[in-house]
């Protein structure tokens, strides 16, 4: 039995196969193009951050100082310091990331998809602000990294610049290089013509406020407590005439009294064993009366002495003890209207907050030396003559509701007088070789004829204000 098809109805099979066979293929590229597009989805997309000489186009050299705290030649002189101190690879200098360094190193996806490593220029900076007292909510937008990126970056720029710099008194008595203490005996001496020399370096101690520590930090969070009414760190201190810091102790409990604090370092081990030669020398550090009076620790003469002194002679040491001691106080002064950080609680645990009081005193060594007169220096200058906080600034006001503290410098100083108490035979040996020595500079300014200055040349100006005519 034979089918007969005419024309029309194989037209019309053959239409219908065409139909199936488009639905099919459409259906297939639609599956496909779905499928590129949940890999798309799935896959990170490489954000390209902005340059580190972009930003620098768009800063001009004054709004550079006034942010990072330094002109852009310090800047630049200290990221090469760090970048030859711990090598291309970890500083990772945009230069070098541009020219294919790091190229050989696995990339992360979510490393691509934060804009890939981050230059150790953007990484200084970034830390550098947070210093300055900047918020990473400012630092996000500004240079498009994310706020791991910002305490990442931070972290490394401490351990950096630790390792980078360091305080050098203790090298200089490990190493007997008296030439070196010589050397800022007499920038101290200068004020009085070398007749008071010796004084190589101004001791003092500073409360830094912080948060009071956590229990599973330490074990003892009250002792954290300073007599100023807040937790706090007793950071010790010793600078030199330029107020660069030489040595510095900023781990010590807030309740702590200076004189423990530093009696119980390792600073003072080192000095009682080269004590014999630095009373040789002729050199020796001063202090308050927190601390005890030695041959190599000047401190001034108590109340009851001066009124028992009718020629006022301990009254003139007294003074111009007081003028080489100032320079510590006015170094803790620039530290802490420098570096914003401080005008607020420290909120991080407390071996961060350490490393960073002696990371933001490196850094002024830093910024001291290199200044060499230039005109950073008047910048510098004008910054601490006219140094205010402004509370009405909106990223100021905005810290102040996230931390519940008014902008001020809480830092502050830490004096108390030293407790009395029957001293130990080495304690009454070392009395007894300070007193000789200040006994002994006592009777060269009366010899002199140095006398508190509003005893023997005090001024007025023409407005009828006192001046001082050293």
């Not at 990473?136 to 490394?156: C, G, I, M, N, W």
């Not at 050397?183 to 009071?212: H, M, N, P, R, S």
């Not at 301990?314 to 510590?328: E, L, M, T, V």
């Not at 502050?412 to 009395?420: A, F, K, L």
Request: proline fraction near 5%.
């Amino acid at each position: 039995m034979s089918t007969d098809v005419n024309d029309d109805e194989l037209l019309l099979v053959l239409l219908l196969v065409c139909v199936k066979v488009n639905n099919d293929v459409r259906e297939a590229n639609e599956a496909l193009i779905r499928q590129i597009k949940r890999l798309n989805r799935s896959r990170p997309k490489k954000k390209v951050r902005p340059t580190w000489n972009s930003f620098m186009r768009r800063v001009s050299p004054v709004h550079f100082r006034r942010m990072f705290r330094m002109p852009v030649a310090t800047f630049e002189k200290l990221c090469d310091d760090a970048c030859n101190r711990m090598t291309e690879e970890i500083f990772r200098p945009e230069a070098f990331l541009l020219h294919g360094g790091m190229s050989d190193q696995p990339t992360s996806r979510p490393l691509q998809h934060q804009g890939g490593y981050v230059p150790g220029e953007v990484k200084a900076a970034v830390s550098l602000r947070l210093l300055a007292g900047g918020s990473y909510l400012d630092l996000v937008p500004l240079f498009d990294v994310v706020k791991s990126q910002v305490y990442e970056a931070f972290d490394s720029f401490l351990d950096w610049i630790n390792k980078t710099y360091d305080f050098p008194l203790t090298h200089w008595l490990r190493a007997n290089q008296y030439d070196r203490l010589h050397q800022l005996a007499k920038l101290f001496g200068e004020k009085t013509g070398g007749v008071l020399y010796g004084c190589f370096g101004a001791l003092d101690g500073v409360a830094v406020k912080i948060q009071c520590p956590r229990r599973k930090d330490v074990p003892d969070p009250g002792n954290y407590y300073c007599r100023k009414g807040y937790y706090a760190l007793n950071v010790q201190a010793i600078c030199d005439k330029k107020k660069r810091f030489l040595w510095v102790n900023p781990s010590n409990k807030g309740s702590t009294h200076d004189s423990s604090a530093f009696l119980n370092g390792r600073l003072w081990d080192l000095l009682v064993e080269k004590r014999d030669k630095l009373i040789a020398e002729g050199l020796h550090l001063v202090g308050d009366l927190a601390y005890p009076l030695t041959g190599f620790l000047q401190v001034p003469f108590e109340l009851p002495d001066l009124v028992n002194d009718p020629t006022r002679s301990k009254d003139g040491f007294n003074c111009y003890h007081s003028s080489n001691r100032i320079y510590i106080e006015c170094a803790f002064g620039e530290l802490v209207m420098q570096w914003g950080i401080f005008w607020h609680s420290l909120r991080f645990n407390l071996r961060k907050n350490a490393l960073i009081i002696r990371t933001a005193m490196l850094l002024h060594n830093f910024i001291v030396d290199q200044r060499r007169g230039e005109p950073s220096d008047d910048f510098d200058r004008s910054y601490f003559q006219n140094f205010r906080i402004d509370n009405m600034l909106a990223t100021q006001q905005r810290l102040t509701r996230s931390t519940g503290e008014q902008a001020r410098a809480i830092v502050s100083d830490n004096e108390e007088p030293r407790t009395g108490g029957w001293p130990s035979n080495q304690e009454a040996k070392f009395r007894r070789q300070g007193d000789r020595i200040r006994n002994g500079n006592v009777l060269k300014l009366a010899t002199y004829n140095f006398r508190r200055p509003m005893q023997s040349n005090m001024r007025l100006n023409k407005q009828g204000l006192v001046y001082f005519d050293y």
